[in-house]
């Protein structure tokens, strides 16, 4: 038996619980889902509206862009960019309206899927610093990424509820 | 060789990128940070306080608490309770105070680590049909669990702040 074959046979057993891909199509969906809320937002509402003193909408799409744009280039290459030089924290970059934004979301969409291959397998278990400044293993911090991600999309639903629109379905990751 | 020993080295090869073990770590962190977040409400106010006519912070907790106890039954076993009878659709199950609700939460965590290693490794890949309605890999049926779990706890967030209360930290998971 060739060595390809007993790896074969032996990780057909070991049943992986998540994939590479499926993380990536995971992350993906909610990423659409996240656009769709966005989208859902007044123009004028997406840059001005919030809730309790928090930021607005935009405000948090640029948080969870430069964590997915600078993220997932840390995790291909090792290089992060300093956590205090993302553009929500300079404040340097900002969109003028509600298709510049989404333009520049969907070029993370199309990054993403170009970088996450060439990512080894055994990438995910290593242990960097990411931005300069949170340590953990890949996995946990991509992992983080998403959740931090649903966690301020879901203040934007309460933003939306509060304005009387009625958010995209939880569940639609299409 | 024997094929112990074959599996072994071919599975040290592979590098599942999630194990079982780290999954339910990830969960178990995340209920750790929700029961904070309800901790946080002054008692009237996690009872009656909403914003956008949305359901107050123990009408969240109560469907994450379902979907957690159910939801690990039904992984478990196979065997589902049909969503129109989970408590908060029935709304027969009522929690009278903080504690009790607590209490509940807590009775959740025991049975989640007491069951989680009872289930075989080759489940998460099953297909199966949780509470009746909805169908998926038993994978991706937890990661929606605990992704439903981010999802309502960041809307108790935006309630909290609007409270002028301070929510825990997001990355705090002990």
Known sequence: METNAIHQQATQGLEPIISPEALVEHWQGHR????KTIEAFPEDKLFSYSVGGMRPMAGLALEIMD???????????????PVAELDHATEKVKFNSKTELLDHWDQIT???N???HQIPQQRFQEVDLAFGAYE???IDLLLYFIDNEIHHRAQGYV???TLGIEPPAFWNRF
């Not at 659409?32 to 656009?35: A, G, N, S, V």
């Not at 964590?67 to 960019?81: C, H, P, V």
């Open 32 to 35: 659409r889902l996240t656009r």
């Open 67 to 81: 964590i997915s744009e600078d993220g997932i280039t840390g995790i291909a290459t090792g290089e992060w960019k």
């Open 110 to 112: 199309v990054q993403i």
């Open 114 to 116: 170009q970088v996450w």
């Open 136 to 138: 953990g293993k890949i």
């Open 159 to 161: 933003y939306l509820r």
